[in-house]
């Protein structure tokens, strides 16, 4: 049964529950929970961290704590029952917990250890508190401790600052806003006191803080080290001042044994001194740690002979400094004790001991020596600062161990009343004494005594040093042979003050002598009394001292007999007839000088002021004596101050007219030396005096006559000291007239009140006068005031003993009301009055209420005056802010309210107008006028506005309504209005109070709320009909949107528990002011169109803050602004135009979210659809809400770590959007700057220009002046226009996209050639021309295309559900374009499959991608069917300017044929239109169209034929317009490959497909389609023929072997058509074989005429591709451009299915270039393969996903093969024995032919130790290449032959994308039966050789790609003649018109002086890869841009290689 609990209501969870029971709340170990009921051993209740969430929790979890419930029941709270310092603690550290984990993760490592060392003591401290063992004290200064922790870690956390007062947390409700104002402040400098010295943070209050601190040095001896003296040793410790020249300590002594240890074992460990009562100045002077060491033994130290062994002597060692200056600095950071080491030295001369620590200091090193050995005393010194209770309270420790207390010579800077003190310092100073007889000099000891009067030796009354204890008898140490010692020790006489009077020293000189015996001779002595006859103590001086002869046997028992002997010269003059016959005589020669200094609180050495206190025995002298009082010093008066006034006021009653005045002064004298700093603590014992001690009933009469006498004479006197110094003493003055009227009163039963209270009056007049006197021309009477006025307000506590408050109040009224005005007054007397009003408030007077109502007239009076001429601000603030603490403390009573009205009336405007003064000011010069001291702007500003608000928080209805009636005119008001809205905006803009002042932000918040409330009914009542005023309501708006908009009440961004105080105490403020907002637009009515649409844009701001009742509150507004609008205008374009314009800036300084724009167009659009325009409005919103969106996804983007694309693309969509829908120039254009400096920064200059271009497109060629606009200056629109074009040909320059520059530069040039300006006209023309360089010869990749596919909902807005087109990096394939996708989408999941995802992958909630490669279907159709246009140039326009990609799918419909799968093999082809072309300004644009089509079997096959019979036929024009110069081997290759094929298969596949009577039966409709496929073939064979014969034509007579096999095999194809096609034969006759002869095959065909090579089906964009891309096999797949074609070349049958081939090569060649495309795989054997194995298996395609989708293994085997390529040896010398293989087959074929071909077509990069190879196979094929270039014309010039022995191996030519590579550099440059996107036939090394030349017939080579390299040149070779003529065929040629163009440079053989291409990227394959099983050759299409051609160096003396050059030369000038 659950019974709700009465005791236990609050607890703190001691473990962890994780709440794994029904209705269990999670807690975590701290927490604090309260208890709301309880059952069997469970509580249930809350967690104070989520306080809605209620649960059951075990009752052994919690620990109980003591608690104070309020409002039991449902909504009880609970206030834990223990120190609020303790509940601060918790809490506090609770939210650093989390912050402090932050740190580490922000590597803010520093601050974060720092802070967990303090939340470890925060901890500790807290514990402290908590255990209740602590005294008052304890826990006061643990709470010290605790805030100043506090507070550090919040300033360093950026946590608010808390205002504290007595280290308790301040309720802002219980203390005016002025003092909590000063709280911060107080607060702010203990944490920034706390951050530089958190430990030495000391409280101070009131005058207090006057004191001087007092410093102590501990001193503690740790060792003394020395191994030589081995004697006893004394070492005496003082503090010497070396400026000075003397010691200001007493001497510190310590005893030690011979082997360095303390003589008393007690003393172990307590050798330490503490060194009292040093002062701030003492600190400051050149002060020195001194120690003397004294020995005590022998007279000599090495020499026992000297002295017997049993006589001690105290004999001189050493003496060590240490300077404090040097060692403060570390000794005030360290806050323990410090080790140093001191160098003890002797003196070289004994005779100047004295002196040896000054000549140490001065370094004066002749005169000291240190010894050999390491002598050191070792010290440890702290320095402690405070009065001695503070020191032994905080140091206990130190004053356990035996500490001697140290004093100063002579009083310390504070005298206490307590400290009593009667100590005679004594220093024998030195001595003259005479040799007597002796030949040398003597060794002198003194030993001295104090005596008493009787004769009796005091005990104990002589102190060596603190440390050790006092004794009887001193004696002095002794110098060795010495007769003029100079001794300078300083002995202390602590006698008793009873023993005092009547004691004198006695001193006995001794020679010691070092004979045998060693005894100590008595040969004199001297004395000296320490009290004169007149009763004053020996004075502090040096005296000299007679000495008088005497002997051992002499007795000094009768001490009368010497006492009666002058002992000074002083003496001696007051005694000069002593008798001749006495037992001493005086020594004439010899002298003995002391010195003497009292440190006495009892005893006097002043003459006067012992006469003064015995003035009864001498009555006469007494004026002289009081006249010469304030000659004696301050010490002496203090000391003897009770018995002063007694003295004095007996005197006053023996005889008031005579001594009255005397008397006064006396007492004004020592009333203001108590106001000395130094005898500032006596005013205690004045206080006791006066209350306890003084007895002069009768003197109030004289000292009220006496004060009123001095008032009135200073009108008149010169000279006023006097006056002014009686002016100071006021407060003790009137101290001692009301102790003395109290008196006479109580002795008199209240006789002559009547008298004393009109003395009071007149004495006030007296006052009065004196302050209405005009000082402005009186220095000293300004003194005089100045001096009364300060002291005036002290007496208001002596005159409210005798007065009632009111009268009091009246005095002090007419007082301060005879002050006149500033106006008459100078500066410097205004300070004072202020002040003296100041203290006037702060007085206890002020605090009754009786006494303000009389007082606070005239003080706001004077405030007033001071504000109004803005005048002393500082001081009059501070005396308002006394008034408002005083007001609020007092609130509670009725008279309040009256005081308050006092105040508004008074000081509300001039408040206001001074704030406004003070924000307006710009600086210094201003913002201090008038003021002496210069104070901070800000510093003044908080003041003031505290007491603003101050004022406005105390008042209520009734004052806010007199304060608005009391206006006389409604312009008044306006202006009064108009000024409060104005500050409180300033307020707000300002930030008047830092950030971390939270309380002081929100209370001046809930102030400003609650008065705009009050004040806006007056502004609607006064100023809405009618007398509406635009300027008050625009004030008014303006106020209310900062308010809302504050960063301080932003609760959103701050923890839960601090919001939950905020709203507890205060509300959100916001809602309130928006409410209020709200109502206020409401009652403005027709008037609101005035604030359109100029509150357009602060509304809005303020719908933007996130708090959904304010949203809602706020949002209808702009509804309510298009209706009026709309009223007015028939529109709403202002609204419209403003808010967009808003909108972007706002959402793109953070403002807004996605509930924001769903609220906006919700509300909006609920309101508008009642609108008569509601079509309009909808649309207005509908197009609003859109901006939004892609507004909130741009920021995002910009303000997240997101990568360029996403940026540029969020950028792109704001941009298009700005233009098209809502049609916004100016922000459209500030889009395009953006996105264009995003596209700079990655780089992306063609994207980058094309961006600009857009600006660009919008300016004309005018001189219509542009304003100033972003970074342009004002200029005109052709300059403007002119610059932007610049800008962008230099970013297309630099994006190599050269073409689209040039239309830009001739742009420019027509306008340059209009204005003649022919000098930048050449510029642009040079620069275009530049570019068509740069065209021809530089290098460019050519890109690749993804399609993207973006889907799901947690895609940006921009993205989702759409497919997009994008540009690839240079040298990006596609897995490297997925990855950066995926990388750029970390979220994203990769599709797996290229279909179209259905609805539930758009509609969820994640993110999918789907990519795959697309093929560009170019626009410029025409270039790329040009056939002399370079291949540089149509390598551009294939890849730019496309707005079409195609993507091809092969996929089987109906059942698979497996004998020939050709017949169910379709294509689907994917279209997809873009909505602009690529580049643009944009890498990816959206896809805008998608088209669908299937392709059938045989439409596929017609494309492939036809796209075979376009590539041959672009490829024979080729070398019949020799734009192919000399080599054969890319005709070879791909005749090679298309016949070669067709043998093994290729043609014959689509026959059996296709021409089968089933299939044209089952398909009728395909008979026109059926017969174009054999109109292809047969146009096959006539190309083919056609191309053998131009081969025939240039073949090298060594290749004559490869045509003769390709004649052959085309035979062979011919016949096996022949049946299919009737009259074939009849086509090409001339290759019927060898029956008819070959002059005839040449003679029948001429070169291909245009129409010869005309194509059919040109529209189909397979056939676009294939005019420009070559496949190699004769039925090469569709001859998809995505397809990576891959060569197979092997000796017989890969496998007898397809499937196995098709498998097999799609796992071992993942395509890199295109994956997802097809794959074409073409395959040549020497024999009959079977179907699979044809080249019609390259029309298996698959989808990107099973490509890629191979095994790794496969993968990895083909790149370590490819690698293993990139790593082959270079070339080697072959013998050409080994060229051609030995054996034949029986059909003529070659049985490695394959092999060999392979050899031919690598080259050098076979590996020449391959074991699988024979040495035939190892034989180097290679075909040279320059012998075939030279004029067809001529005989060919006898080139010699070349060797690659000696040259590098050129990198194969690149992809198919660089413009180097290929005939046109499409898919591959040559692919097909042998394709690796390059052909690879070396130059030749033949040579002439003995050996009999080997077999040609057997020969069968592929052409390849020649060698550009410098080797050394053979002996040329003899060119072979065809049996026909070639002059016909070259006639034939020449016939042909045609027009001239240079080759494609790669095929030409590079000039070596030409610049080297661009080197590839190491990471793409550069050579073919290899895999090596039974001869089968796998190649990869090689896609690396062309390699750098390396110049060789030339052997000298080379002829024959120059002779070569000039050759290759003359033949390039030729063409």
């Known amino acids: 049964m659950w019974t709700p609990t009465e005791e236990e209501k609050y607890g703190v969870v001691i473990c962890s529950f994780r709440g794994s029971v029904p209705q269990g709340l999670v807690l975590e170990i701290g927490e604090t929970v309260q208890i709301l009921e309880k059952c069997e051993g469970w509580y249930r209740g809350v967690s104070t961290k989520k306080p809605n969430v209620k649960g059951i929790f075990p009752a052994n979890y919690i620990h109980l704590k003591k608690a104070i419930v309020s409002n039991r029941g449902q909504y009880e709270t609970v206030v834990p029952l223990e120190d609020s310092i303790v509940t601060e603690v918790t809490a506090t550290l609770q939210e650093w917990a989390s912050l402090w984990k932050q740190l580490y993760v922000k590597h803010k490592v520093d601050l974060f250890y720092k802070l967990r060392h303090v939340m470890n003591e925060l901890i500790d401290l807290r514990r402290q508190l908590l255990s209740g063992h602590l005294t008052q004290d304890q826990v006061r200064e643990v709470k010290r401790h605790i805030t100043v922790r506090l507070d550090w870690g919040n300033e360093h956390l950026g946590l608010d600052l808390v205002p504290r007062k007595d280290f308790e947390v301040v309720d802002s409700d219980q203390i005016s806003v002025s003092d909590l104002y000063k709280m911060h402040l107080s607060s702010r400098q203990s944490v920034q006191q706390s951050t530089s010295q958190v430990d030495t943070m000391r409280p101070r209050h009131g005058e207090t803080c006057r004191m001087p601190v007092p410093h102590h040095f501990f001193l503690s001896l740790k060792s003394f080290t020395y191994n030589t003296i081995g004697e006893d040793t004394d070492v005496f410790f003082s503090l010497y001042d070396m400026r000075e020249g003397k010691q200001i300590s007493e001497r510190f002594l310590v005893r030690l044994n011979k082997n360095g240890g303390p003589r008393n074992p007690e003393k172990i460990e307590r050798m330490c001194a503490l060194f009292t009562d040093l002062s701030s100045k003492d600190m400051k002077r050149d002060l020195y740690i001194v120690a003397h060491v004294i020995r005590i033994g022998r007279m000599l130290l090495n020499d026992s002979k000297k002295g017997p ?125 005479e040799r007597g007889g002796k030949s040398v000099q003597k060794n002198i000891e003194v030993t001295m005594y104090v005596l008493y009067a009787d004769g009796e030796i ?62 100590k001779k008595l040969f004199g002595f001297a004395f000296s009394t320490l009290m004169r006859d007149d009763g004053t103590t020996l004075s502090d ?92 010093s301050g010490e002496e008066i203090v000391k003897f101050l009770q018995d002063i006034l007694d003295t004095l006021f007996v005197i006053l009653d023996d005889n008031t007219e005579k001594y009255g005045l005397l008397v006064f002064q006396s007492l004004v004298f020592i009333i203001n030396l108590l106001r000395d700093i130094k005898y500032f603590h006596f005013r205690p014992v004045m206080d006791t005096y006066i209350q306890k001690h003084f007895a002069g009933a009768l003197a109030y009469k004289e000292l009220i006559r006496c004060l009123k006498w001095y008032m009135d004479c200073s009108a008149e006197l010169i000279r006023q000291d006097h006056i002014q110094e009686a002016m100071r003493a006021l407060e003790y003055l009137f101290k001692f007239i009301v102790q003395s009227r109290i008196l006479y009163s109580r002795a008199t039963c209240g006789m002559e009140e009547e008298q004393f209270r009109s003395s009071i009056q007149e004495l006030f007049q007296s006052i009065r006068f004196v302050l209405s006197l005009d000082s402005r021309n009186s220095e000293t009477l300004l003194f005089t005031q100045a001096a009364l006025l300060n002291s005036f307000p002290t007496i208001f506590d002596e005159l409210l003993q005798m007065f009632t408050v009111q009268e009091v109040a009246e005095f002090v009224r007419g007082t301060l009301g005879s002050m006149p005005s500033t106006v008459h007054i100078g500066q410097s007397m205004d300070v004072v009055k202020l002040q003296s009003i100041a203290r006037t408030v702060d007085s206890r007077l002020f605090s009754f209420s009786e006494s303000r109502r009389i007082l606070l007239p005239v003080v706001l009076h004077h405030i007033h005056l001071h ?139 809930n102030i400003i709320v609650t008065t705009v409330q009050y004040l806006s009914s007056a502004l609607h009542k006064n100023f809405t009909e009618t007398d509406f005023d635009f300027k008050v309501w625009n004030s008014y708006f303006s106020l209310a949107v900062l308010f809302i908009n504050q960063p301080s009440l932003q609760l959103e961004i701050i923890t839960s528990a601090k919001r939950k105080k905020i709203l507890d105490k205060y509300g959100d403020m916001r809602v309130m002011m928006a409410y209020e907002l709200f109502s206020m637009w409401q009652n403005l009515g027709e008037h609101k169109i005035h604030f359109i649409p100029g509150m357009i844009g602060p509304f809005l701001g303020v719908t933007l803050v996130p708090q959904p009742e304010v949203r809602n509150i706020m949002i209808p507004i702009f509804h309510d602004m298009m209706d009026w609008e709309q009223r007015k205008n028939g529109n709403f374009k202002q609204v419209e135009a403003e808010l967009i314009d808003k909108l972007d800036s706002m959402v793109s300084e953070g403002k807004g979210d996605e509930s924001y724009r769903e609220l906006f167009s919700l509300l909006l659009l609920e309101k508008v659809e009642q609108e008569t325009w509601r079509e309009t409005g909808i649309s207005f919103v509908t197009s609003v809400t859109r901006l939004m969106e892609r507004l909130l996804d741009y920021r995002d983007c910009m303000k997240g770590e997101e990568t360029e694309n996403k940026k540029i693309g969020c950028t792109v969509n704001l941009m298009n959007f700005y233009k098209s829908e809502i049609n916004k120039e100016e922000m459209y254009i500030r889009y395009i700057h953006k996105l264009c400096d995003m596209h700079l920064q990655a780089e992306n200059y063609t994207e980058a220009a094309f961006t600009l271009l857009l600006y660009c497109e919008l300016l004309q060629w005018e001189d219509r002046p542009l304003r100033e606009f972003l970074h342009y200056p004002s200029q005109t629109e052709w300059q403007r226009k002119e610059g932007l074009c610049r800008k962008i040909i230099h970013y ?260 059996e497909a296709f021409f089968d009577k089933d299939y044209i039966n089952k398909h009728p409709g395909d008979a026109e389609k059926i017969t174009q496929l054999k109109e292809l073939m047969q146009e096959q064979v006539h190309v083919l023929g056609v191309g053998l014969a131009v081969h025939e034509k240039f073949v090298h007579p060594e290749m004559r072997p490869l045509h ?68 190699s096999s004769s039925l090469s797949s569709h001859a998809s451009s995505e397809a990576g074609n891959m060569v197979m070349l092997g000796d017989g049958s890969m496998g007898d299915a397809p499937e196995d081939l098709y498998h097999h090569m799609q796992l071992a060649y993942p395509n890199p270039r295109y994956q997802g495309s097809v794959t074409n795989v073409s395959v040549l054997s020497s024999s009959q393969a079977s179907p699979s194995s044809s080249s019609l298996s390259s029309t298996h395609s698959a989808p990107s996903q099973m490509i890629t989708s191979a095994p790794s293994s496969a993968r990895d085997k083909y790149r370590h093969a490819r690698e293993m390529m990139l790593l082959l040896p270079t070339y ?26 392979f050899q031919q077509v690598v080259g050098a990069c076979k590996p020449c130790s391959d074991p699988n190879l024979s040495v035939a196979e190892k034989g180097h094929y290679s075909l040279h290449f320059d012998a075939f270039h030279h004029p067809l014309g001529d005989t060919p010039p006898a080139l010699p032959a070349r060797t690659l022995r000696k040259s590098p191996l050129h990198p194969i030519p690149a992809s198919p994308t660089s413009p180097q590579s290929g005939l046109d550099g499409s898919n591959s440059t040559l692919s097909g039966s042998a394709s690796s996107g390059v052909s690879s036939l070396s130059e030749s090394n033949f040579g002439h050789s003995s050996e009999a030349p080997p077999r040609t017939d057997t020969m069968d080579s592929m052409p390849s790609q020649a060698w550009n390299a410098d080797e050394d040149l053979e002996p040329p070779y003899l060119p072979v003649h065809y049996s026909l003529s070639e ?89």
């Open 1292 to 1551: 297309f320059n630099k994006g190599k996209s050269w073409e689209f520059g040039i239309p830009l530069c001739r742009e420019l040039a027509c306008q340059y050639e209009s204005l003649y300006d022919y000098q930048s006209l050449s510029w642009i023309r040079k620069m275009e021309a530049s570019y068509y360089d740069n065209i021809m010869e530089q290098q460019r990749l050519e890109p690749e295309f993804f399609r993207v596919g973006f889907y799901g909902r947690k895609f940006p807005f921009f993205l989702r559900n759409k497919e997009y087109v994008c540009r690839g990096h240079d040298y990006e394939r596609l897995e490297a374009f997925q990855q950066r996708m995926l990388s750029e989408f970390p979220q994203a999941v990769a599709m797996q499959h290229p279909n179209h995802p259905d609805d539930a992958i758009l509609q969820c909630d994640a993110q999918y991608l789907q990519i795959y490669a697309v093929t560009p279907i170019p626009d410029y159709v025409d270039v790329l069917q040009m056939d002399r246009v370079p291949d540089r140039v149509k390598s551009f326009y294939r890849v730019n300017n496309v707005r079409k990609f195609r993507y091809d799918r092969p996929f089987h419909k109906g059942p698979k044929d497996k004998e020939n799968e050709f017949k169910s093999l379709w294509i689907e082809r994917t279209t997809l239109t873009l909505t602009h072309s690529l580049p643009g300004i944009s890498r990816w644009f959206e896809v805008e169209r998608r088209e669908l089509v299937e392709v059938s079997p045989l439409e596929n096959a017609i494309q492939v034929v036809e796209n075979k019979n376009q590539e041959l036929r672009s490829l024979i024009s080729q070398y019949q317009h020799k734009q192919v110069h000399g080599n054969i081997n890319l005709l070879s290759m791909c005749l090679n490959g298309v016949i070669d094929a067709a043998v093994n298969g290729g043609i014959a596949r689509y026959q």
């Open 867 to 1005: 504000l109004r001429q803005q005048k002393e601000l500082l001081i009059c603030s501070g005396i308002l802010g006394s008034i408002f603490s005083i007001v609020k403390t007092s609130s509670l009573e009725a008279d309040v309210m009256e005081e308050v009205e006092m105040m508004v009336e008074s000081l509300l405007d001039v408040l206001l107008q001074t704030l406004l003064t003070i924000m307006s000011k710009s600086h210094a010069q201003e913002a201090v006028r008038g003021q002496r001291c210069p104070q901070c702007t800000a510093e003044i500003t908080g003041e003031y506005v505290s007491c603003l608000l101050s004022l406005l928080r105390q008042m209520c209805d009734t004052h806010f309504q007199h304060l608005l009636d009391n206006f006389q005119s409604k312009d008044e008001l306006k202006e009064f209005l108009l000024k409060i809205f104005c500050v409180f905006r300033n307020l707000m803009k300002m930030s008047v109070f830092p950030r971390d002042w939270m309380v002081m932000r929100l209370l001046t918040s």
């Open 458 to 519: 005091l005990k104990d009354c002589i102190s060596l040093g603190s440390g050790e204890p006092n004794r009887s008898s001193y004696h002095s140490f002794v110098l060795y042979h010495s007769n003029s010692p100079r001794w300078g020790e300083i002995i202390k006489l602590p006698i008793p003050i009873d023993r005092f009077r009547g004691s004198h020293l006695r001193f006995e000189f001794r020679h010691c002598s070092t004979k045998d015996k060693g005894e």
């Open 541 to 632: 001086d040096i005296h000299e001292l007679y000495v008088y002869k005497c002997d051992e046997n002499s007795t000094f028992n009768n001490h009368a007999l010497y006492l009666g002997l002058p002992c000074c010269k002083e003496d001696y003059n007051g005694c000069p007839n002593i008798p001749s016959s006495l037992i001493f005589q005086r020594s004439t020669k010899e002298s003995f000088f002391i010195s003497t200094q009292l440190s006495s609180t009892k005893l006097t050495q002043n003459v006067d002021l012992l006469a003064l206190l015995k003035w009864k025995a001498f009555p006469d002298r007494i004026m002289d004596v009081l006249g010469r009082l304030r000659h004696v």
């Open 309 to 433: 062994p049993h006589l001690h002597y105290r004999r001189p060692y050493g003496c060590a400094v240490l300077s404090i200056l040097d060692v403060l600095q570390s000794l005030t950071e360290v806050k323990e004790e410090k080790d140093f080491v001191l160098k003890v030295y002797t003196c070289n001369n004994e005779s100047e001991w004295s002196q040896i620590h000054e000549n140490i200091i001065r370094k004066s090193s002749a005169k000291y020596s240190a010894p050999s050995a390491s002598h050191g005393l070792i010290i440890s010194l702290q320095l402690l600062r405070g009065d001695m209770e503070q020191i032994r309270r905080e140091n206990p420790m130190i004053f356990n161990r035996g500490l001697a207390i140290t004093r100063k010579l002579g009083f310390p800077d504070v005298i206490m009343p307590g400290d009593i003190r009667n100590d005679l310092y004594l220093t024998l100073e030195k001595g003259d004494f």
């Open 1927 to 2015: 002059s016909a065929v070259l006639d034939s040629i020449k016939a042909q018109p045609c027009r001239s163009h240079s080759a494609p440079g790669c095929v030409i053989p590079q000039d070596p002086m030409d610049p080297p291409a661009l080197p590839p990227k190491p990471y793409h394959p550069r050579l073919p890869a290899l895999e090596h099983d039974e001869g089968v050759l796998l190649r990869e299409e090689t896609e690396r841009p062309r390699g750098l051609h390396r110049k060789a160096p030339l052997p000298p003396g080379s002829a024959k290689e120059e002779q070569a050059r000039m050759a290759w030369e003359h033949g390039r000038g030729e063409q």
């Open 1604 to 1671: 003769k096999k390709l004649i052959d095999q085309f035979q062979m194809m011919r016949a096996s058509l022949y049946h299919e096609f009737p009259g074939l034969d009849k086509l090409s006759p001339a290759c019927s074989g060898t029956s008819t002869p070959r002059g005839n095959v040449l003679a029948s065909h001429s070169p291909m005429s245009p129409e010869s090579i005309k194509m059919t089906h040109r529209h189909s964009p397979m056939n676009l591709m294939g005019t420009g891309r070559h496949s």
């Open 1772 to 1797: 080697r010398d072959r013998p050409s024995s080994a060229m051609y293989p030995a054996a034949i087959l029986e059909n003529g074929q070659p049985p490695n032919f394959q092999r060999a071909l």
